[in-house]
């Protein structure tokens, strides 16, 4: 896979790597694709509160992964961590800067911060 889709109610975005660089594209702006994505990786198991995020099932100790991990098909990879004071790259996939500005909004999302 060398896509990510994810859905607002009323249209698509999408992160992609099938190229020479991890970037974001969509028919809504990071504003509304970054809080769809959001749901879709942390949402079924998590909320906010009191700053950060916990599980949604009161008895269960799970933590949020914040390693996002990217591999094109010709083998070059992005990682991205949210769990810092900020966005951290690394790998030898660049990430330019459509999706830096992604990842910059939902690592505020992930540490249950207003965007």
């Known amino acids: ?6 859905r607002t109610q009323t249209a698509a975005s ?5 190229g020479n660089t991890l970037s974001y594209h969509g028919d809504v702006g990071i504003d509304q694709g ?3 994505f959001f749901k879709i990786r942390y949402g079924a198991k998590f909320h906010c509160e009191a700053g950060k995020l916990v599980a949604n ?12 991990t990217f591999q094109n098909s010709g083998g ?3 990682l991205v961590e949210l769990g810092g004071e900020r966005p951290e ?4 996939l660049p990430v330019d800067a459509s999706a830096k ?5 939902l690592w505020k999302l992930v540490h249950c911060q207003s965007p």
């Open 14 to 18: 999408w992160l992609d790597w099938t």
């Open 34 to 36: 970054a809080p769809a």
């Open 1 to 6: 896979m060398t896509k990510i889709a994810f």
């Open 89 to 92: 790259y690394s790998g030898d």
């Open 76 to 78: 070059p990879n992005a």
């Open 101 to 105: 500005g992604f990842f910059d909004y």
């Open 57 to 68: 099932d009161a008895g269960s100790n799970e933590k949020p992964s914040f390693l996002l």
